[in-house]
């Protein structure tokens, strides 16, 4: 994971950076950790989290979802590329290596054609790729950006429960200001839906705030299915109000843990769960739930978002 610098005085911020040697304090008691995708699993529906957290059950890759990992593989690469060598072109000459990463790090994906990569199917969805980047070059000039990070791994434990996350990209200006900034395949989202997108966004600008001091100036979303943005400035009594509500969603958590009580929360989204068919909302019956429940480290498991 990449250095971070020491918090600014006054900020109380809680770090789990670095081992402590003789003379320092013992690091910080862990209970629980949380990713900003679990946490919205539980916000969003309790028995999906249970049946990605505690039973592990498998799901199939989607189309959209493995697009979205390799359209993020090219875009990470790309500024490995020299300034001038940031081009459209170059983008979509990266694609072909960003697959094979796909297909090494997740081989289930190769059962999404069935046809390889010969096939007309993946051709498309190779195309609709490659639309995406372009639609990226429509946001942004790459060649005028140098970020400080990609994929940069950020954690930080908060009185006993550890945030952790991915952060695609960060931006740091000479003043030190910071924009962590976010790209989705999808679509913008309509305004009723904006909060629960930038509930990702406010989770990475908690964790950077505890390890940094520094509050980001700007967290910016980018959507390349319609070549627009959303951008949002926190401060900090916003952040520890939201740090007040990860702590509010982990005492369910644990309460539900201790009952094995995961309620289903039905939506449209019911529509696209692979667990849908087990689901007691749909006349599902899920499996028992396990006598030791253990939860996946969210390390384990930080898929990137469409």
Known sequence: MTQVSEPAAGSDPATSQGVPGPDDPLPPVVLGSLSPSRAADFKSCPLLYRFRCVDRLPEAPSPAATRG???????????????????????????PAAWERVRAETPDVESLFPEG??????????ASAADLLGNYFRLEDPSRLEPASREERVEVVVDGL?????????????????????YKTGATPREAFEAKALFQMKFYALVLWRTRGVVPRQLRLMYLADTDT??????EDELRRFERTL??????ISRAMQTGDFRPSPSRLCDWCDHKPICPAHGGTPPPFPQSPVLTDPRDALPVTP
């Open 69 to 95: 990992t390799l359209v993020h593989a090219v875009l990470e690469s790309l500024f490995d590329l020299p300034a001038a060598e940031r081009t459209l072109e170059r983008a979509r000459d990266l694609l």
């Open 162 to 182: 550890r945030l952790r996350g991915i952060i695609d990209r960060l931006d740091v200006s000479p003043a030190g200001d910071i924009r962590v900034v976010d």
């Open 247 to 252: 702590k509010a969603i982990w005492a369910a």
């Open 230 to 235: 959303l951008s949002y400035a926190a401060d």
């Open 117 to 126: 990569a010969s096939g007309t199917e993946f051709a498309e969805w190779l």
